[in-house]
């Protein structure tokens, strides 16, 4: 080792000490600014309000199915013939966190009425997040909006709320609007349902947050319900209309053929006894019509039955592996990390505050400041 070396090493040695010096003169200091963040963290831990999650465990059907199985075995038995098509387009689960967070899926979950223990009658998630009369109080919530959320209040104070202006009938327009209720309830709803998708194990793990235990499973049930609802619509859209177009076919061809096999029975019952070449030749005519609407008819009920089973086959299964259970113990806050996490936090604090305000007061010049200079340090320890 060089002399050069052995230097940094003393000059290590010394700095390392020094600091444990400083650290050491300040110790009550340190102890100080802890307990101030220990009793911080044990307030925060008691008023926080509770939380309870609730969630299920799903493993959907993802793969393409084929038109070789039971059911166009069936189908053949029938005389119809399925072909080789695939089973309808494929939805990967990975898109379920967007059907999760879209416009139409939050408004329908916002008319969900939830039983609480507090209240006689199920309540709305609508009205339960944005009415008055079912906010209540929170000390840390209200501490939280006069501190750090006192500029959103000022900003919303001196802006005026314009209306939203006259839109179309989403049904007709496609359009989807929001009320200020409803946008503020969303947001509230995508901090409170989360959806993981594990691609690797190929299941999905769905969960719903709520102030009771009763109600966050009520939720999630709620939840899962819809999913599987909005997943299963976009899965057989195509099949179904499909199934629409061939339904309204098969009403018309039927009719058709209804219409010429009675126009047949009423001429041959009409011309029975009679032998003539018109007869015979219109008798002809009208057999041609109706065999060839009667082709028309079967060959459109055999694809009527076709649609109906791809619908069938098209249809997402979701194996429900672990199902909606009301939980038994609260899942925030939890109380001896946030103290544990305050305490460390006050410790770290105050030794930075040893390590840094001796600079502040040389930099500052500060008269407040001059007791941390290290004059004033050596001073207190002699």
Known sequence: ????????????????????????AKRKFILKVTVVFMALGVLI????????????????????????????????MAGINLGSNSGGDVL????????????????????????????????????YYTGEEYRKFSLLGTIKKYTIGLPGLIL?????????????????????SLSKEEDDCMKILANLVTLTVNDKEG???????MPEPVAAAQLAYKVQVLLQKYVTEFKIEKARANLEFIEER??????????????????RDANRNFASAVAKTTEERLSNEYAVVLGVYSEL????????????????????????????????PKRALICVAFTFLGGFCGVGLVLVLPFLAQVSGARRLRKWLPEATEKGIS
């Open 156 to 176: 919303g104070a001196l802006s005026k709320e314009e209306a939203t202006p006259g839109l179309p009938d989403s049904a007709s327009s496609g359009i989807q």
């Open 301 to 332: 009920a055999k694809q009527r039955e076709q649609a109906n089973i791809q619908v069938k086959e098209d249809t997402p299964i979701f194996a429900v592996v672990e199902p909606v259970t009301v939980p038994t113990e609260r899942s925030k």
């Open 45 to 76: 831990a008691l008023f926080s309000p509770k939380e309870y999650t609730a969630g299920c465990t799903m493993v959907p059907q993802i793969g393409e199915k084929t038109t070789g199985g039971n059911l166009s075995g069936l189908a053949a």
């Open 203 to 209: 299941y999905i793990t769905l969960s719903a947050s």
């Open 92 to 127: 990967m689960p990975n898109v379920y966190p967007k059907i999760l967070s879209s416009v139409p899926f939050q408004k329908e979950l916002m008319q969900t009425e939830i039983k609480f223990e507090d209240y006689e009658q199920p309540v709305r998630l609508l009205d």
């Open 250 to 267: 098969y009403a018309d061809a039927k009719s058709e053929f209804e219409r010429k096999q009675e126009e047949l029975a009423e001429f």
């Open 1 to 24: 080792m060089t002399v050069e070396q052995i230097n940094k090493q003393e000059e290590t040695e010394i700095d390392l000490i020094e600091v444990i010096r400083k650290l050491w």
